[in-house]
């Protein structure tokens, strides 16, 4: 049974310290890193390399790397871990939209509004989805009871993709016990959702 | 399999326009983005089912909507998409 290291979103100098755990409580064991990043790829290949540990191979499906190695003999105790330490500051990835209105764009509202939720039924088609949608201030309005989005937002909801909705906004709008769909938040979680994505589209 | 009638417009008014007229007359419909098989000059379409396609006609014709053309849209929406996060 291969031993899986999954590494993603991790910031460097993290995927090759997983690694090296793995690979010292490892006996003979196949092991799979996985990886998000070129860089993290990189820093852990040539760790694998300055261990004298054999690659078998490495994949790339998707945006995200595959490294297949085994641990053949004992690791020295030299690696340092200042020496794998990113150039770039990298923190995880996923795409996060911030929807702060129940409409796109100005001019008029009926269209903006129509548009909001083509905009929301057609991500349920792509073939790349988002990893949140956050909903401020009038946005809120998409997520209750009654609104035409709900039904798409619920689907993108079954497929994994998190939804969070400013209690704030809800109450301040009154709507709070309305809610139809996504996990009411606060701006700790709207926030940090934001900066741990490696894009952020604001509607 | 569902079957759709997907009901195109030369501009926004008229699908914005045709939308009320549907709700007006309880026909159920849905405003989308015109699906990347058929071409319009306008983003948004009407989908209904295909069973009401006569009645929308009529209420189109009634409340002088001009349509451009109406399509057949069969799809399987059970099936399961494959997707990737980004």
Known sequence: MPIEIDARGLPCPQPVIKTKEALEKANGEELTIILSTSESRDNVLRFLKNSGIEIDKIEEKNGVFYIFTKKTHKLSNNVKQEDYVCSTTQITFGTTIFINKDRIGHGNDELGKNLIKAFISTIKDLSVQPRTLCFMNSGVKLTINGAETVPHLKNLEEKGIEILVCGTCLSFYNIKDKLAVGKISNMYDISEAMLKSSKVITI | ?86
Do not use: Q
Not at chain 2, 30 to 40: G, L, W
Not at chain 2, 42 to 58: R, V
């Open chain 2, 1 to 86: 399999m569902n079957t759709y009638a997907i009901i195109t417009f030369h501009n926004t008014h008229f699908a914005l326009k045709a939308k009320k007229y549907f709700e007006k007359y309880g026909l159920k419909s849905d405003t989308i983005p015109v699906p990347r098989e058929f071409s319009s000059e306008c983003g948004f379409c009407s989908k209904i089912l295909w069973k009401d396609k006569n009645i929308a006609e009529e209420i189109m014709k009634k409340n002088k909507i001009i349509y451009e053309s109406i399509y057949r849209w069969e799809r399987d929406e059970k099936k399961e998409k494959k997707f990737n996060f980004v």
